[in-house]
C-alpha cells in the first residue's frame, strides 16, 4: 500500500527555515508527479507545490513563490520541501502527497499523515 511519511516541522520564529521531508513507499516513486499541501485550522486545504517526476518541472502556489523550493531524490524515495523567510500565515499542518494539484485537492487518498508547521514569535 501507497505509505507517505512527513518529519521536519516545528516551531519557528518569523523570517525563520525549515525542511519538510517526505519518505515514500509502497509505489514507484519516480514514475509520479508529488506535491505539497498545507490546512491551516478551521481553513480549507491548500496546495502548495509540485513537482515533475523526473524533478525537471516545478510549480508553486503565489503565497509561498519565491520562498519554499520543492525538490526529490529518486533514488532515496524521497520529497523535500525548502520553506524560507516564513510567514505567521504558513502555520498549518503539511502534507506530502501523490499527484498533481487536480488530483490531490480532490482527493485525500494519497496523502501522508502531516507534520505541523507553526510560526510564531
Known amino acids: 500500500q501507497v505509505q507517505l511519511v512527513e518529519s521536519g516541522g516545528g516551531l519557528v520564529q518569523p523570517g525563520g527555515s525549515l525542511r519538510l521531508s517526505c519518505a515514500a513507499s509502497?509505489?514507484?516513486?519516480?514514475?509520479?508527479?508529488m506535491s505539497w499541501v498545507r490546512q491551516a485550522p478551521g481553513k480549507g486545504p491548500e496546495w502548495v507545490s509540485g513537482?515533475?517526476?523526473?524533478?525537471?518541472?516545478?510549480r508553486y502556489a503565489d503565497s509561498v513563490k519565491g520562498r519554499f523550493t520543492i525538490s526529490r531524490d529518486n533514488a532515496k524515495n524521497t520529497l523535500y520541501l525548502q520553506m524560507n523567510s516564513l510567514k505567521p500565515e504558513d502555520t498549518a499542518r503539511y502534507y506530502c502527497?501523490?499527484?498533481?494539484?487536480?488530483?490531490?485537492?480532490?482527493?485525500?487518498?494519497?496523502w501522508g499523515q502531516g507534520t505541523q508547521v507553526t510560526v510564531s514569535s
Open positions: 513537482i515533475h517526476s523526473a524533478g525537471g518541472i516545478r
Open positions: 509502497g509505489f514507484t516513486f519516480s514514475n509520479y508527479y
Open positions: 502527497a501523490r499527484g498533481d494539484s487536480i488530483a490531490t485537492m480532490k482527493s485525500r487518498d494519497y
